[in-house]
C-alpha cells in the first residue's frame, strides 16, 4: 500500500548531475555519480539502496553538510548555494532533519530538545513555548516534557527528534533511517506518526532506508540507487511489483527471503 | 591561639588561595585553548590545521617541562608581573602557566567526547560555531568538566607543595622548612593529613556534583 499525495506538481527538491568524489591515497572514488532526480512537492520519497550505495553521502549533500564536485541542487526553486552561509541557514529553516541515532542533546529535557532550533533562532519565550507545547501533543509525548532523553526508549527518543525537526514548520523533512533502530511495533508506531504528520503538516518528506517495507508502507515513489548511481526511480506499487534493475530486484527479493 | 594551630591554619589558607587563584586563572586561559584546539583539528568546526598543530606543539612543550624547572625559569616573569617571586602570590604564576596547558589538553579531551553527528545535527539547524560551542560543546560536557576539575586542583596541591621548596609558602613551605630542615615531624605530619583532607573534600565533593548534573544516565 502507498499513499500518493500530489498537491501540486511542483518540485521541492530536484538534484542535477550530482556527483560527489573522494581521494583516497590510491584513487578517486565516486560517492556519488551524475545524479539527477525530482522530489514533488507532496512527495514521500524513499531512497533505498545497499550498505555504502551512496544514500548517506546523498542526504548529507542535500542537507548541506558535504559539498558536492559537481552539480546543483535546488530546493523549493531556491539553488543551494554551499558558499553563502546566511542563505544555507535561511534555507535550512525550510527543512528538517531527523538524523540516523537522533542526536538529542543529553543534558537538556525533552522539552528544550525540542525548543532548540528555537532558542538558536533567538525566538521569543511565548512563541517557543506554544510551538513546543503543540508538537508534544502532536508526537504524542505528553507528560515526558522535563524527562531527560537518557530515561526514554528507542521509539519516544525518534518523537522528539521528529518533533525538533517540525519546529521551524518546515515544507520538507529529511529523514535518515528513522527506523532502523526501533523494533518493529514501535517502527509501526513512528510510521503512523509519519504519516499522520505527512497529512496533516503537508510536508514532503525524503527518507532514506535499508528497510524495504518501511519503504512499501511509507513511500509513494523510491529511487534505487547503487554505488552512487541511479539506477531506478518509480512509483512504490510499480516498484515492488515490476522491478526493472538487477539490484532492485536484489534489494526487494532479500524481503521475501530473508 | 596555640602558634602551630596558627601556622597551620595560615599554611592551610596560603594553600588554598594558590590553589583556587591559580586553578581560576588556569581555567580562564585553558578553556578558550581547548576550545581552539578541538575547532581547529582537521574536520573541525573552523578546520586550521596548522594553527592546531603550533598550538598543540606549544602546549606539549610546556607539558614536559617539570613544574620545578619552570617555576625556577619563570622567576623574572613572576618578579616582573607581581613584583616577587616567592611567596603565595610569587607561586600563583607558575603554578597556573604549568597548568593552563594541562587544563587545555582535558577540556579537548572532555570536548570530544561529544559525538560528531550531534555537532553536525545542530550545524544543520542553523547554530553558528558560538551557539554551538556553548549549547552543545560545553554544556554537554559539563558533568565531564567538572569531574576533571578535581584532577587539575589535586595537582595543583602537589606543585603548591614543591613551591614551598623555594620560599613558595603553603603548607608545602610549612612541610618544608618545619618537617624537612628542623626534622619536626609532628608538623610535617599535620601538613600531611591537612593535604590529605583537603584532597578527599575536593575530589568527593566535585565527583557528587558531577554525578547530580549528569543526565546521560
Redesign the interface.
Known amino acids: 500500500m502507498s499513499i500518493a499525495f500530489f498537491y501540486m506538481e511542483e518540485a521541492m527538491i530536484e538534484i542535477r548531475n550530482l556527483t560527489k568524489s573522494y581521494v583516497t591515497q590510491e584513487n578517486t572514488f565516486n560517492a556519488l555519480e551524475d545524479i539527477s532526480f525530482t522530489v514533488e512537492d507532496g512527495d514521500l520519497f524513499g531512497i533505498i539502496g545497499m550498505s555504502g550505495a551512496g544514500k548517506s553521502t546523498l542526504l548529507n549533500v542535500i542537507s548541506g553538510l558535504i559539498k558536492p564536485n559537481q552539480g546543483e541542487i535546488l530546493i523549493d526553486g531556491e539553488i543551494f548555494d554551499y558558499e553563502d552561509e546566511k542563505r544555507l541557514k535561511e534555507l535550512r529553516k525550510k527543512i528538517g532533519f531527523v538524523f540516523q541515532g537522533y542526536h538529542l542533546l543529553m543534558q537538556k529535557t525533552v522539552y528544550e530538545n525540542i525548543a532548540f532550533p528555537l532558542r538558536i533562532q533567538k525566538k521569543n519565550e511565548e512563541e517557543i513555548k506554544q510551538t513546543v507545547d503543540e508538537l508534544i501533543i502532536k508526537v504524542g509525548l505528553v507528560g515526558k516534557e522535563n524527562v531527560y532523553p537518557a530515561k526514554l526508549s528507542g521509539g519516544q527518543k525518534q518523537r522528539v527528534a521528529i518533533a525538533r525537526a517540525l519546529v521551524n514548520k518546515p515544507r520538507l523533512l529529511l529523514l535518515d533511517e528513522p527506523t532502523s533502530a526501533l523494533d518493529s511495533l514501535t517502527t509501526k508506531e513512528i510510521i503512523r506518526l509519519l504519516q499522520h504528520i505527512h497529512k496533516e503538516e503537508k510536508v514532503t518528506m525524503l527518507l532514506i532506508t535499508h528497510e524495504i517495507n518501511v519503504a512499501r508502507i511509507l513511500t509513494n515513489k523510491v529511487l534505487v540507487i547503487d554505488q552512487g548511481r541511479f539506477i531506478e526511480l518509480k512509483n512504490t506499487e510499480d516498484i515492488f511489483l515490476n522491478p526493472e534493475s538487477e539490484i532492485a530486484k536484489l534489494l526487494l527479493g532479500k524481503e521475501v527471503q530473508p | 591561639m596555640n602558634p602551630i594551630v596558627n601556622l597551620l591554619l595560615e599554611g592551610t589558607l596560603d594553600t588554598l588561595i594558590m590553589v583556587i587563584l591559580s586553578l581560576f586563572l588556569a581555567y580562564l586561559f585553558g578553556l578558550p585553548l581547548g576550545i581552539i584546539l578541538v575547532l581547529t583539528k582537521k574536520s573541525g568546526l573552523m578546520e586550521r590545521p596548522k594553527l592546531h598543530l603550533i598550538l598543540g606543539s606549544i602546549i606539549n612543550v610546556m607539558r614536559s617541562l617539570p613544574f620545578i624547572i619552570l617555576m625556577v625559569v619563570l622567576i623574572p616573569f613572576t618578579r616582573w608581573v607581581t613584583g616577587t617571586s616567592i611567596g603565595v602570590f610569587g607561586t600563583i604564576i607558575p603554578l597556573f602557566i604549568s597548568a593552563t596547558p594541562f587544563v587545555a589538553r582535558m577540556i579537548e579531551t572532555s570536548l570530544e567526547e561529544i559525538?560528531q553527528?550531534?555537532i553536525?545535527?545542530?550545524?544543520?539547524?542553523?547554530?553558528?560555531i558560538y551557539?554551538i560551542v556553548i549549547?552543545?560543546y560545553i554544556?554537554?560536557s559539563?558533568?565531564s568538566l567538572i569531574r576533571n576539575i578535581p584532577i587539575v586542583a589535586i595537582a595543583l596541591i602537589g606543585y603548591s607543595a614543591m613551591a614551598g621548596a623555594t620560599g613558595g609558602g603553603g603548607l608545602g613551605d610549612i612541610a618544608i622548612r618545619y618537617g624537612y630542615y628542623n626534622y619536626d615531624t609532628q608538623m610535617m605530619l599535620w601538613t600531611i593529613i591537612i593535604i590529605i583532607v583537603l584532597v578527599q573534600i575536593i575530589q568527593v565533593s566535585f565527583t557528587g556534583l558531577s554525578k547530580k548534573?549528569d543526565?546521560?544516565?
Open positions: 559525538d553527528h550531534t553536525s545535527a545542530i550545524e544543520v539547524m542553523g547554530a553558528s551557539q549549547h552543545v554544556k554537554e559539563i558533568p548534573i543526565k546521560r544516565l
